[in-house]
């Protein structure tokens, strides 16, 4: 396997956990202190200037990980970028949501689908609802529209549609009671499915359990966290030519974003 | 509603397990599917205090079939059950636009307490009406809110203190099967009123679906709801719409605090019904047993950081405990919730649910706030 070599921003390693993700991938990723002409993974903390400093990034390296973006405007995303561009989001990047896309593969319009998350602080807000929209264009639901119902600094409720026109409601709720985690829980007349997300601060393992009439399954749990999947997800991209499309797909995302999110 | 903590049950266990030579004496009024499967079951764990004396239904052979079930008489007259002297308690399980007359009707009677089906009436008026001829006459009145009564529900409150404005954010989620298929579980059904399968319908018919689903469903849980809420009289409704076979989705603000409603009909084994308030601290989080089974009481936590305390579950649901307490104030003890509670509860309930319905049939959808 193609050993790489990682660098990345002090606020990168702190918002994606580098060192521990990079330890745990000796094979496939190597750190570096200083960036050199060597240097072939750069992470780029997603803060609100990320735009730019993703423009820099992809001149420099093969490979970038971009981690928990920031909401910008739709244009600002760059979309032409000459190296593959992996977005590390906090809950949507876990390994169990692939699994999961299969359990909604061709979800009922008659059905509800609720996205509700645990943040810690009101300024989480921003970045965790381009997380639950990740979250549901990976799993096959992507909205088509958004309608803020109500935004505070204790939370937020928000009303979308998803291309199959099943309705979603997304939720965000700030407390200190209990470790961030996202949840995603569909209904349909036939069945449900649940699947919760742990905080990537740990490899706690998601839980993703499918009830029909006829039973429950609960799925193999995965101990990985977001940040090492996303990892993997960008030496895949570098060394096998796996096709990425997160920036676009950031890009759909931010556009039906853009009205819902509370005016800065 | 007061604050449920106060008041855990207050009739000692003993006292439930020994015989008792004054049996309470009950009355139904409507024997169907509620009466034949919650309230006859709750009442076979209680047999030391109450007696059903008489069952009345519309039906002649449902009145005979479920009176036959205890030992009752049957009758299809409502003056038969108020007149009868053997009958200390009304029960009023018919359909609601009766609950009106027949609660003041009992209370005329001098009965010694009332325990009417919520919703307690289809209209404030009539919940008014039922509160003052409660006054007039002195007799109880107690609302079949079985969540109110759960123990799980209690110990929840006691546990998370005062209620009222301690969360931002409460959601109440409602995920379960037809309910044919719990009241199997807890009887045999003798002439189960027809289900009409719910269909596309034009706007007005669609707003009764949401309507009969707040005051049919929701309901259990509004009272609950309401004692969190600092100002439930300023409801906006944010998002509302019906649900495919059966079920609503309302979110709606009361003032700074936010509630979220979803209950959905489905044919998955699983039911689930939760409670759960979100505070900037702490996130409370009640499960009941689905209506019908007796499955004992709800489940509740409370988590706060790193450290959460798990309480029950409890022998009893919340309509043996119901039960227990209606025996309680028909011997002297004061009522957990009191006219006035009750009123507010049916209040919030109609209000709420009128709110929904013009939501729901005037613009599709309300504009968001910032």
Known sequence: MTSLRVRASARAMRSGAIAPVVASLPVSLRPEETTTVSTELLAVDGGVDWPQHLTDAVRQVKGVLMIHPSPVLPDEVPLASSVPVVIDYRFASNPAVSTAASQFHGWPAEALVEVSALVREPTDQDRLLLDQLAILRRLGLPLVDLIRLTWTSHGYYLRGDAQSRTPVLLSSHVTSGAPPQLTVRGLATDVAVELTVPDPSTARPAVLTRTSDEGATTYPTIWETSHRAAWRRLHAAVTKATPVTDLTDLRADLCVAVHALPDR | ?370
């Open chain 2, 1 to 370: 509603m007061s604050d449920a903590g106060e008041s855990r049950s207050r009739l000692p266990q003993s006292r439930l397990g020994a015989a008792s030579d004054s049996h309470t004496g009950v009355g139904f009024l409507g024997g169907g599917a509620v009466t034949q499967a919650i309230h006859l079951p709750a009442l076979s764990h209680l047999t030391d205090l109450f007696t059903v004396r008489a069952v009345m239904d519309a039906s002649e052979t449902t009145a005979r079939a479920v009176a036959a079930r205890t030992g009752a008489r049957a009758t299809t007259s409502v003056d038969d059950v108020l007149n009868d002297e053997s009958v200390d308690v009304v029960v009023v399980c018919s359909p609601p636009e009766f609950h009106a007359e027949q609660a003041i009707a009992a209370c005329r009677a001098q009965k010694r307490a009332v325990l009417c089906e919520k919703p307690l009436a289809t209209t404030v008026e009539d919940a008014s009406r039922i509160v003052r001829a409660c006054a007039e006459t002195g007799v109880p009145l107690l609302v079949g809110t079985m969540h109110a009564f759960d123990p799980g529900w209690i110990a929840f409150a006691e546990t998370w203190g005062p209620t009222q404005g301690s969360a931002q954010h409460i959601r109440c989620s409602v995920a379960l099967p037809p309910n044919q298929r719990f009241e199997e579980f807890a009887t045999e059904v003798t002439n189960r009123a027809a289900q009409v399968p719910p269909s596309p319908a034009p706007p007005v018919a669609v707003a009764n679906l949401l309507r009969g689903g707040i005051l049919g469903l929701a309901t259990h849980d509004l009272p609950l709801i309401r004692v969190f809420l600092t100002d439930p009289a300023d409801i906006v409704v944010r998002a509302v719409q019906t649900l495919a076979p059966f079920g609503y989705l309302i979110v709606f603000s009361a003032g700074e605090q936010v509630v979220e409603l979803h209950a959905y009909v489905s044919n998955t084994w699983h039911p689930r019904w939760s409670l759960e308030a979100y505070a900037d601290d702490r996130i409370g989080t009640v499960e009941f047993t689905p209506s019908y089974v007796q499955a004992g009481s709800a489940t509740c936590a409370v988590r706060s950081a790193e450290r959460q305390v798990q309480l029950g579950p409890f022998d009893h649901n919340g309509y043996v405990e119901e039960w227990r307490h209606v025996y309680e104030v028909t011997h002297g003890h004061p009522l957990r919730y009191a006219p006035s509670d009750l009123l507010a509860d049916l209040t919030f309930a109609l209000d709420l649910a009128r709110r929904a319905e013009d939501a729901l049939v005037g613009p599709t959808e309300p504009d968001g706030v910032s």
